[in-house]
């Protein structure tokens, strides 16, 4: 592992740390977006509809997160402290309005970091206290079959860098871009093609996930037209900058060890 990429998973923690500062200080009271953010966002996207992803989940350290089972959420080990029992996160669930009196809140019992962390493997599971049974869990892809074409990201982190975080769930659409283009980028040259996927729009920028909306899937259609998670939002250099891509975990590399870990969860 790099200096660099050291640097970089500092730098995403603290950011998380702020993150969680301010949702603590807030509570689930994210500021309402001024009518000027309206339609701009993740960054790049637009609003997602009630109900459009249902798997989605905000964790109350400032992260997103996906519906693994009912009762699992599949999240990036940087926004986990560590591996055992863990009832300080709050799960946020089956709304696209964070201050909506339809929420459904979940408490953590257990938290697993994946054991290669932080030398990649970023990917966690957080065990919740009782189960969501009303919502689809997105399954994640178990082989590299989708690991390319037109990616959805989605989540509440901040809609322009350095911006705050957001109170409805946005989406947007990246591009998928090669290990190699990626590795290419300033700030790139630590990328671990095999363990991590890139997105966003090489040439222009403007469309990227961003601070906050770490943890969150990054998924796309399988042929039966069904959603499947193929990342996790992981790290970037800046936010939707040209030449600066979004990189994912790729989950397709760790299918298994997740499934493992899933099963044998306390
Ligand atoms: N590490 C960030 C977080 O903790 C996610 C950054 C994603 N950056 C990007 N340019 N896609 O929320």
Request: positive net charge; contains cysteine; glycine residues 12%.
């Amino acid at each position: 592992m790099s200096r660099i990429r050291s640097a970089l998973r500092r730098t995403a923690l603290v950011t998380i740390g702020a993150a969680a500062v301010f949702g603590a200080a807030a509570g689930q009271a994210v500021a309402a977006p001024p009518p000027s953010d309206v339609g701009v966002q993740v960054i790049g996207g637009t609003r997602a509809a009630q109900g459009e992803f249902p798997f989605m989940v905000r964790l109350s350290m400032g992260c997103g997160g996906a519906l693994y089972t009912p009762s699992i959420v599949l999240t990036a080990a940087h926004c986990v402290s560590g591996t055992g029992n863990n009832t300080s996160i709050t799960a946020t669930a089956g709304v696209v309005d964070l201050q909506s009196s339809s929420r459904i809140t979940r408490r953590s019992t257990y938290v697993h970091q994946a054991p290669g962390y932080p030398n990649g493997d970023d990917w966690a599971l957080i065990k919740l206290n009782s189960p969501i049974t009303n919502l689809a869990t997105l399954p994640i892809a178990t082989s590299t079959a989708f690991d390319s074409g037109t990616f959805t990201v989605a989540g509440w982190g901040a809609a322009t860098e350095g911006g705050g975080q957001q109170r409805f769930l946005l989406k947007a659409n990246v591009p998928f871009i090669s290990d190699t283009q990626c590795r290419s980028a300033s700030g790139y040259s630590g990328l671990i093609a095999a363990e991590e996927i890139c997105a966003g729009n090489w040439n222009s920028g403007g469309v990227d996930t961003c601070q906050g909306d770490s943890g969150g899937p990054m998924f796309r259609r399988n042929n039966n037209n069904a959603w499947v998670q193929v990342g996790i939002t992981s790290w970037g250099i800046g936010c939707a900058r040209p030449q600066a891509p979004g990189v994912y975990t790729q989950v397709s590399t760790f299918a298994s060890a997740i499934a493992s870990a899933a099963a044998s969860l306390p």
